[in-house]
């Protein structure tokens, strides 16, 4: 028997009209390639969308059309979200760091109609804008006197001038809930990228899962500032959550040097902030170089890869920040688990109390967790075994978007390709990637352990732990290490730094110093790279 | 185009078995009929409420079949809320305070196959028992060795000895999430009681709703106490937002007497807890009579009734507890509305703040909200401007169970019977009933506006206030109070105290002291008795 309820369909268009009715005057702010800081409020932006909305509907796309955009953290990208996934449209982000041949592959691959970008990337879209036949509609976001002659770009269109053109009058469709409504390619280290689609009903949700006190917990008393890219899973969702609780939002747009964001932070009165270790480095960095404190901001939200304990340990001890680490994937769109205390560990020590929060924390209600072995048998959560992690859940992949391949389940369940272990209490903890933990006979070694222990080392400013083949253990870890300016580390000292920190057998075999090591587009380290070039190393152990 | 995200249903089940899985050892505590403290956990709830799913099917009840509940808050409850609607049952909360036959007319309009029931309300059953002929099984919910004698009620069964015949092992069935999985009758002051239906989804949803920040912010490291009643809108959603959040819940069972209450928050470090005006005025009594203070409570929900403003002072100056005001219907499962500060609210003064947070609050998102006039037509958010309050949204009802009318939306919103304001940032406030506000001369008196300032008078302890017939106003208001023990307060006094309080055209224009003011089964005051009673009263102004 079913319930007498009302059944409205969960759509991201509800979450534009909710703040419009009940949040209008709570603002969004934004940084802008333009140089200056711009500021409206949720019923600018709720009109805004409208008129791009009519925009989209007046160049003929249809519903379920791909709109892509390469766009920093702003105000117009945030206006493509709700018109574009409102109106039953998708509203494809696309990595702008990625090498203009992945974008235009990209661009093909989803048959994007149109293409909004940020002045930044007119070199990109110059290079690639012969090679992308879908795209009708090449759109610069930029004031219109300050669009640039001669781009070489044919009937290149002026955001500003399109907007202005049209109505503000547009009806939100009431769409099937399960309507597609974002899409984000995953910047895959092998094979081609491959787009994950999401829906109205698990962006709504999953900014609801993220909203909650034991997450991120948003309040309409928050100031936050995403750093974390729009182009990057949804800047984890906190477009869509911050209209779901009428939260001021501030973007960062193209200014990510910790100078910068330090003082947006500052000036915004910044509550919480989100982003990856690389970005919080840059910060944290300037900081510590110019001897500075912050004002207002309690909170900062750490994912996209596992957090340096000595970078939780500066935010919570040096400026008296606390830092929610974060687990999640563009698959999962992505927050799967966050560590936050429960009320039995509120009597810890301090001590026992961080270890819990160093792992990645604790799957919010949506999602489901469990490892298993070689086997697919599920392994225990004991906080020691560890085993391949599975997720699902009304926010978690089910197929990726015209891949040609079967969908990735496994019994309704996806492979994250993380290696963890869940404690009694749920907590995950990811030891390693599937293809870069080490297996030293017949051991696994976590190559990110080891990289730990490495970056807590005062003279070291980054490092990477990959396995180079070994006749006789199959693969043994080596250390690739960048000294911070002025160190004279060796690799002697280096190694001796890990005595007593692992087991005897999982220290190093070796430490190779470089200048620097690669990057990924989304900042990872590209361990892929490492391996290739240290492809035919010799250890000095064989 | 469909999004390619997993589309799980929302089910009550899938809260149980998140609990069970990540929050296994968070306790839920009750107070029980028996008299002692029961301790167990989430793991121990989703055991014993496989049982009782087992109990259920064994028994031939088919999904869709209503199971009734005559019981106070605690975890043999939690476990039929769990294991009916988790299993596509009907968990049917019946409101013990109501008359016997009204309670069997519930049941028989329900058609109830079996009723749980707490010794406490053999009473009751021993009346009703021969009335209700779909009622199959009639269940005590006692520890067996308390099992009463001679009762005379033929084949009566106990809780604990069927749950121990069944098996532990029960697979959750995977429901359409719009599956009824919970019934609750309003207790309507005129005509007939109506039941409302509960969906997984609505209650899922609520369930995320009410656990956001800007609502009851719950989080694992709270511990609640629902004083509301589990009969009465499912206590507030308090049951399902628990597991959804892992949070230790404790249940106080038959004692809502301010000492007991009193004595459970200190005990068991209770952090929110949340009830009704009328519950919460007998502890505020009994910790003034022995100058009691609290040592963890930070925050008490109020609503099923407008919060007096001495009331929300006493918490929040004389206790340091912060009040939650809310409002809600049976019908909108129920949180419709609750108030919290907004970022621009940060810097007021704290007469300021007060004067919002004494509002009944914001929508969450999930119910959309408006006032309308006499003509339907949509009245604006000034915060002056009262008209009727219309609701929507994914937990609010479409229609009532077999009522034999017509849905009650119009134009697809829920006419919510209140007359109230909205104002510029969204903040609802009631003014009235629709059916208890005074017409007088073409204008509408709010009764509660009267009557908040009369119990604001340190001489009085209870207070109503209704319209009676004039000749030449249509209506007038006239108060009905309660005097303070050992009070000798007058009529003139009283009516002084409203000088500059309202226009003088709203002051009433008369007093009549009782010893006592009716009371409905929910503890709202029940203006139909006194209307009833004083249907001849003699104006002293006509």
């Keep these: 028997m079913l319930g007498l309820m009302q059944t409205q369909p969960l759509l991201i268009s509800g979450l534009l009209t909710f703040a419009e009715c009940h949040h ?11 140089g200056d800081i711009h500021r409206y409020a949720y019923a600018d932006l709720a009109r805004r969308a409208r008129r791009l909305a009519n925009l989209l509907q007046n160049w003929g796309t249809e519903p379920g059309d791909r709109i892509g ?18 109106s039953g449209r998708v509203t494809h982000t696309i990595n702008p760091r990625l090498i203009p041949d992945q974008i235009a592959w990209i661009i093909n691959h989803a048959e994007d109609q149109a293409l909004f970008f940020d002045l930044t990337f007119l070199p990109i879209v110059q290079l690639i804008h012969d090679k992308c036949p879908t795209v009708k509609h090449w759109v610069v976001m930029i004031d219109a006197d300050r669009m640039p002659a001669d781009t070489g770009i044919p009937g290149l269109e002026n955001y500003e001038e399109l907007l202005a053109a049209q109505s503000g009058d547009y009806e939100w469709p009431e769409l099937d809930e399960n309507t597609a409504c974002g899409m984000c390619y995953t910047s895959g280290t092998t094979g081609r990228p491959k787009g994950v689609l ?5 962006s709504v949700l999953h900014a609801y899962g993220i909203s909650l006190p034991d997450v991120i917990n948003i309040s309409s008393r928050d100031s936050i500032l995403p750093v974390v890219p729009m182009f990057h899973v949804n800047a984890w969702g906190v477009p869509y959550a911050a209209a779901l609780t009428g939260t001021r939002v501030v973007f960062p747009g193209p200014a990510l040097d910790g100078k910068s964001v330090y003082e947006l932070i500052e000036s915004e009165g910044i509550t919480c902030a989100a982003g990856v270790p690389t970005v919080w480095q840059m910060l944290l960095n300037h900081m510590d170089a110019n001897k500075l404190k912050f004002s207002t901001l309690n909170r900062t939200v750490i994912g996209g890869a596992a957090c340096p304990p000595a970078m939780i340990d500066a935010f919570e001890e040096r400026y008296d920040v606390r830092v929610l680490h974060a687990w999640g994937m563009t698959e999962t769109s992505p927050v799967g688990t966050l560590s936050t205390l429960k009320n039995k560990h509120l009597e810890l020590d301090p001590e026992a109390q961080k270890k819990i929060l160093l792992k990645q924390g604790r ?21 020691r075994t560890a085993g391949s992690l599975m997720v699902k859940g009304p926010w978690v992949i089910e197929d990726y978007f015209r891949s040609g391949d079967p969908s990735p389940l496994v019994d309704g369940w996806f492979p994250t ?10 907590y995950m903890q990811i030891t390693d990637r599937t293809k870069d933990v080490i297996k030293s006979g017949g051991e696994w070694i976590s190559s990110i352990d080891l990289e730990n222990i490495a970056v807590a080392h005062p003279e070291v400013a980054e490092a990477a732990c990959i396995g180079v083949k070994h006749p006789k ?8 290490a960048v000294k911070k300016p002025g160190s004279d580390l060796t690799r002697e000292e280096l190694l001796a730094f890990y005595q007593d920190k692992v087991a005897k057998w999982q220290i190093p075999d070796d430490v190779i110093f470089v200048d620097e090591i690669p990057h990924g587009a989304t900042g990872k380290l590209l361990k892929i790279k490492l391996r290739d070039l240290l492809k035919d190393y010799r250890l000095p152990t064989t």
Excluded: Q
């Design 24 to 34: 209008s005057d709570a603002e969004i702010i934004s940084r802008r390639v333009e």
């Design 417 to 426: 390709g993380d290696i963890a272990t869940i404690d009694e209490d749920g």
């Design 473 to 480: 253990w199959d693969e043994r870890p080596i250390l690739v």
């Design 198 to 202: 999401y829906s109205n009903r698990s």
């Design 363 to 383: 799957a919010v209600f949506g999602v489901d967790m469990k490892i298993v072995g070689g086997d697919g048998k599920e392994l225990p959560h004991d906080g």
């Design 69 to 86: 955009t390469l766009a920093w953290n702003g105000y117009r990208h945030m206006e493509l979200y709700y018109a574009g996934g409102g």
